[in-house]
């Protein structure tokens, strides 16, 4: 879609012009704001996107990490999944999520904080204490930097969409509005340049039309005033016309009359 020839269905007036003006500069405006924000994002959304890759490459270390000690307190203690269901009655770590505001967008962040005692202090005194310790330490790492990975994917994904649509804004801006007010404003100047040349024209032809019929008028007085010393007869005034070729009679002064 573009905008290079097209423009508004509007009527060539002043007040046409100076709201046409105001809407190229509202649009120029929002254009320069939407992007500033869209920058912003980009910006936002490449350090996202380097911190999920550093995020992804830690995670396989740390689930690989606590796979081994998983199968060191197995080696060592043997099955203790049921002493574990048996002291586990409320989650000890938890998750709360807050938004960020970026520019307008709110973005989801998640955080995990511990709640309550510990439940497994008891395990492990026979023997594997120290195993089941690391594995624990080492498993507490893991679910950190999974929930920390799964704030980043889901900045990620509503980045991704933010920035599509106001990329799509500011093309549409760019490319459809602005050079459609553009050509809008163009058009009326040259239709108001049109309507001032046609008007000039018709007031020298109206001026020119008039000087004609004085100097027409004038000279017909004139022979008629040259026919009447010829032949003797009285004179008539001779009164000089307007360039509107009509004679002012208040112009000429009425004898006083004497009752």
């Given amino acids: 879609m573009s905008g290079n020839n097209a423009r508004l ?16 500069k509202g649009a120029q405006t929002g254009h320069s704001l939407l992007k500033r924000k869209s920058e912003a994002l980009t910006k936002r959304f490449r350090g996202i996107t380097v911190k999920i890759d550093e995020l992804k490459r830690q995670m396989g270390q740390v689930m690989q990490l606590a796979s081994f000690s998983l ?5 060592i203690t043997g099955d203790i999944s049921y002493q574990i269901q048996e002291a586990s009655k409320t989650a000890q770590l938890r998750v709360r999520a807050k938004q960020e505001n970026v520019s307008g967008v709110m973005l989801p962040a998640f955080e995990m904080y511990n709640e309550g005692g510990n439940a497994f202090e008891f395990t492990g005194l026979g023997r594997g204490g120290q195993q089941i310790q690391k594995a624990k330490e080492v498993y507490t790492k893991a679910v950190e930097t999974l929930i920390e990975l799964a704030s980043l994917q889901t900045a990620f994904v509503i980045l991704d969409e933010v920035i599509k649509a ?28 049109e309507q001032d040349r046609e008007e000039f024209f018709r007031l020298k032809k109206v001026q020119s039309k008039k000087k004609e019929r004085a100097a027409a008028e004038d ?12 032949n003797g ?15 002012d009679m208040l ?9």
């Fill in 9 to 24: 269905n509007i009527f060539p007036t002043r007040m046409a012009l100076t709201n046409m003006k105001l809407k190229l």
């Fill in 71 to 75: 199968a060191e307190v197995q080696y």
């Fill in 166 to 193: 106001t990329n799509r804004r500011v093309n549409a801006i760019e490319h459809v509005i602005i050079p459609r007010y553009e050509n809008t404003i163009k058009y009326i100047i040259s239709e108001l340049d």
């Fill in 219 to 230: 000279s017909i007085r004139l022979q008629e005033a040259d026919f009447a010393e010829k």
């Fill in 233 to 247: 007869l009285e004179a008539p005034t001779l009164q000089g016309a307007h360039e509107t070729g009509h004679i």
């Fill in 251 to 259: 112009d000429h002064e009425d004898e006083d009359v004497i009752f």
